[in-house]
Each structure stands twice: as C-alpha cells, then as structure tokens.
C-alpha cells in the first residue's frame, strides 16, 4: 500500500537518510501515481537535497492533484524563493495563505521574497502577521530587524532585533545584525559587545567581521582585535 511507504519514507527522512526516503516515495508513487502526499513527500526530499528544480516539479504535481493543497503551494513558494524567483514566490506563497491565512510559515517566506524585491514596506506587513500568529518567532522579528536596518529606521531596527534575541539568546546572526546597526547609530561600544556575543556562539564572525566593509571602521580597533585573537 502506498501508505505504507509514505509512512516508511518518513521514518527514514526523520533519521537523514534521504536516499532511502525518496525511494520509498518513488515506490508509494509507483503503487499510486495519483497519491499527492507522496508527491509532496517527494518534493520535500528533493528540496532537502538540493535538487530544487525537481522539488517544484513534485509539488506542481501535488497541487494538480489536490488544488486546495495549502503546505504545498507554501512549500513551492519557499523552494521558489531559493531559486530567486521572487515574483513567482509571492504568488504560490500568496495562494497558501488564501488557502490556509494561519500558515505562518507562508507569511514569514512571503515576507522574505517581498525583502528580496525591495518591497520593504510589504515585507514589514507579511512578518509582522506571522509575529502576530506566533509572538514568540524569533526569525521573524529578526527579519522584520534586518528590513527596517535596509529601511535605515534603525531605533525600531535594534527593537525588532533585541526581542529576538529576548526569545533566542544564541541567536549568532542576530548579534552579529544588532553589531551592524548599532555601528550605523556610532554606539562602537554597544556594537563590540554585540560583535563578542556573536563570536560566542559562532566563531565564523571572526572572519566575516574583517570582510564585512559594514564594520570597516572597526577594523583597527584594538578591542575588536582582541575579538579576534
């Protein structure tokens, strides 16, 4: 029975073993081709693994199936998004929240894709529902964070910024985005001190930090040096 493998398949994909996982997919589908779960399971592994091209012909396949398929339609926009195509994105992205407006998952990617067109102010809207589905969604208030430092608002920037950190503490990128804009105010000091909390939970910052032309003022501080050591 096609459950069975779709059942099988998950069980593997929940171990990492996705070469196994797709097969078994691949089988469900040879029982049932008709089968839109395993499709969207297909898809899934596929995205997983890279192949993104193959991921959205597999979830194009779900829907056509199973039109009202909202995680999907989401899934397509998230994989869309990877491709760089926005545009598209925002529409399979705006299909799954037509079909399911609880979906934060949808308004979060929704609001990343909107980011990435520079549609700024949109994107502030799409992030602040998820934050409103989900209070405590750190990536969304980091990436509401993150659009109003591209927006140069960057008191309510550091405001966004610090709640995800007051949900996430270890969070490595939003130190490291919270550094950046209090540089743009000229808080050094509270910039160092973001910069160090970085570097704690991911010692990569330190190479990234001497690259990033965002911190070049830094770059002869004796106290980010010591960061550096």
């Known amino acids: 029975m096609p459950e069975d493998y779709i059942d099988l398949g998950n069980k593997l994909e929940k171990h990492g073993h996705l070469d196994q996982a797709l097969n078994a997919f691949e089988n469900a589908l040879q029982a049932e081709p008709g089968n839109a779960d395993a499709w969207f399971s297909k898809a899934r592994i596929l995205s997983r693994m890279e192949s993104f091209d193959e991921a959205i012909k597999s979830y194009d396949q779900a829907i056509a199936l199973r039109p009202d398929f909202a995680k999907a339609w989401c899934n397509k926009g998230i994989v869309l998004g990877v491709l760089d195509s926005d545009q598209e994105a925002v529409a399979a992205l705006d299909k799954a929240i037509g079909l399911d407006p609880k979906m934060i998952e949808a308004w979060y990617n929704k609001g990343l894709a909107l980011r990435d067109l520079e549609r700024y102010d949109e994107a502030i809207k ?104």
């Open 126 to 229: 799409m992030f602040d529902q998820a934050i409103k589905l989900d209070a405590e969604f750190n990536d969304a208030w980091y990436s509401k964070g993150v659009t109003l430092r591209h927006m140069q608002k960057h008191d309510e920037a550091i405001a966004a910024l610090n709640k995800s950190l007051e949900i996430y503490s270890d969070d490595g990128d939003a130190w490291y985005e919270l550094a950046r804009v209090q540089l743009f105010k000229g808080d050094v000091g509270g910039s160092l001190q973001s910069l160090a909390k970085a570097i704690e939970n991911d010692e990569d910052y330190k190479e990234n930090v001497t690259q990033d032309e965002d911190f070049q003022s830094l770059w002869e501080n004796p106290d980010l040096k010591k960061l550096l050591v």
